[in-house]
């Protein structure tokens, strides 16, 4: 798997979710700010397995229009 701390320098502050926490990070190489969500244990949880994949493609969808 990915190795978070040789990529990020983590975490700068941290905010309490409902399936998790999200953390503020720093991307070593570029820089930038990022926001990591860290998702607690969600096996066997088919309704918030789904919730959490719309959010993915979400985020996805949004990072990928211009200027975002």
């Known amino acids: 798997g990915l190795d ?30 990022v926001a990591i969500k860290l998702i607690n244990n969600i096996r066997g949880d088919t309704y918030t397995c789904r919730k959490v994949f719309r959010e993915i493609t979400l985020l996805r969808k949004l990072t990928q ?4």
């Open 65 to 68: 229009m211009p200027k975002n």
């Open 4 to 33: 978070l701390a040789s990529v990020y320098l983590a975490p700068l502050r941290s905010w309490p979710g409902l399936l998790g926490k999200v953390v503020k990070a720093r991307h070593v190489e570029s820089g930038t700010d």
